[in-house]
């Protein structure tokens, strides 16, 4: 287990529809990550945030937004949802005391399986 | 910009037979180097890692040496087990930008016969 927790595990929805992934980092992590997952992308990274504020985007898509909260859980939020959105989305965190954030040791959720029909 | 190439799978063995997936990286500086692994219906799991040239990460039996003449990070395992059956992923964080994101391979599907 590696503390992250992502909720829900699986969503079913319809093209045009909104939803949103949630995400609760390791305790005392302070940066989380999100991740695509895809079989034709691989592992695309979308955005982090540290501590509330957004610190880096990758291949968001303008439909897509996420933020992160004063409790340092994480939203992200997908619009306008597309066929090609189903993916496996990952959450991952980083940055606590109990070690690793030097080099940057990502811990990762189960993720949530989108489909979109 | 930095990326990280990996062998494409998939990949078949039989147990107990030798392993190596192949990573090579392009990056500036010395990034740190991960090895993770992805079993079924399950999240990222870090294997092992590596922070800086000639260390060698190890972890369940698997080995890899941060080569920075070759920009390598080959996986190795000397006995591979059934359980071991999973995808394996190289990746890569960018020294200097600490919290910074992983950059990562396509990932490799290795698969173990009894």
């Known amino acids: 287990d590696s503390g992250v927790t992502q909720t829900p595990k699986h969503l079913i929805t319809a093209t045009g529809q909104r939803v949103t992934l949630r995400c609760s980092p390791r305790?005392?992590?302070?940066?989380v990550y999100w991740y695509q997952q895809s079989l034709d992308q691989g592992l695309q990274f979308l955005i982090q945030y540290y501590n509330g504020e957004e610190r880096a985007k990758g291949n968001i898509l303008e439909r897509f937004s996420a933020q992160q909260f004063p409790d340092l859980h994480s939203e992200l939020n997908l619009s306008s949802l597309e066929l090609g959105d189903s993916a496996l989305y990952f959450c991952a965190s980083s940055g606590g005391t109990s070690g690793g954030a030097l080099h940057n040791e990502q811990f990762f959720g189960p993720g949530t399986r989108l489909t979109v029909l | 910009g930095d990326s990280v190439t990996q062998m494409e799978g998939p990949v078949t063995l039989s147990e107990e037979a030798f392993l190596t997936i192949n990573c090579t990286y392009t990056?500036?500086?010395?990034?740190?180097l991960f090895w993770y692994v992805q079993y079924p219906g399950e999240g990222l799991q870090l294997l092992l890692k590596?922070?800086?040239?000639?260390d060698k990460g190890s972890n369940k039996g698997f080995e890899a040496t941060y080569r920075k003449e070759t920009t390598s990070f080959h996986l190795e395992k000397g006995s591979v087990q059934v359980s071991d059956s999973a995808v394996y992923f190289c990746a890569l964080s960018a020294r200097g930008s600490t919290l910074g994101r992983l950059y990562f391979g396509r990932g490799t599907q290795l698969t173990v016969w009894p």
């Open positions: 590596a922070t800086k040239a000639d």
């Open positions: 305790s005392g992590d302070l940066s």
């Open positions: 990056a500036t500086g010395y990034p740190s």
